[in-house]
């Protein structure tokens, strides 16, 4: 019987460096970089969906759970835009940083130290973030199983992560950490990058429909995230339950 998608490894991984969160130059400067097409992703798509008027705060009233929620760097930027959010994520000093920023920032999110197969909760939630998420689990399948009963039907789920390919390989592990330097070495393992189709099929068998997928490029030039034809690195998904 499983009964845990937690990757003790990858927690500690990530605790370690926990306190670096908030600092935009700092381990986590790539996320920061990411964020702003994250966040205009998520937020496009669910107005899109939904119906929901372009206002300054479009997601008003509607309950987002953000897994993996980290130190809240998609968690603030959804309660700033009117959203009702709740974050879990497995490392406790992921979410102490998350829970002291929020309060300095007066931003009503509710954070827990927990994993999606055993967080109980009697709600079900219009939207789930699982971005940057799927390739440090310990069982991608159960995960997203897990997840998929979190979501209201018609809910709408959103997958980020990095296809399994060479190029990715190249792209996103020799060159991101051991070249350029951007991550620490070894915070991604090539054998748990997820293939698209194998993401799709998965989220199939709990119901959830692929609604959209698009690739992401970082532009050096630019200094900055671009969205792109070509989903062999990054990618990010749109999901919506049946």
Same mark, same amino acid.
């Not at 994250?38 to 300054?56: A, F, G, P, Q």
């Not at 050096?220 to 995230?225: A, G, M």
């Given at each position: ?21 908030? !600092? ?105 973030? !699982? ?75 709990? !119901? ?17 995230? !671009? ?16």
């Amino acid at each position: 019987m499983k009964n845990s998608t937690i990757n003790k490894e990858e927690i500690e991984k990530f605790s370690k460096i926990a306190e670096e969160w908030w !600092n935009p130059e700092g381990k986590f400067k790539p996320l920061h970089k990411f964020n702003p097409i994250r966040i205009s992703y998520i937020r496009d798509n669910i107005i899109n969906s939904l119906n929901l008027k372009k206002t300054e705060r479009p997601l008003e009233k509607l309950k987002i759970l953000d897994i993996g929620c980290g130190g809240g760097l998609l968690s603030e930027p959804m309660s700033r835009l009117g959203a009702d959010v709740v974050g879990i994520d497995a490392s406790d000093k992921n979410i102490k940083i998350a829970k002291l920023h929020a309060q300095k920032n007066n931003l009503n999110i509710k954070y827990f130290c927990n994993s999606p197969e055993n967080f109980k909760t009697e709600l079900k939630f219009d939207v789930i973030l !699982n971005m940057e998420i799927v390739e440090h689990v310990k069982d991608v399948d159960f995960f997203l199983k897990s997840c998929s009963k979190l979501l209201k039907n018609n809910g709408i789920m959103f997958v980020a992560t990095i296809n399994k390919t060479l190029k990715s390989y190249i792209f996103a592990i020799i060159g991101a950490e051991y070249i350029l330097r951007w991550l620490p070495i070894g915070t991604h393992e090539w054998e748990k990058f997820v293939k698209p189709d194998d993401l799709i099929n998965i989220l199939k068998k709990y !119901n959830l429909k692929l609604s959209a997928i698009d690739g992401l490029k970082f532009d050096i030039l630019k200094n900055e995230w !671009n969205f792109n034809e070509d989903k062999s690195v990054n990618y990010i998904t749109k999901f919506i339950k049946d």
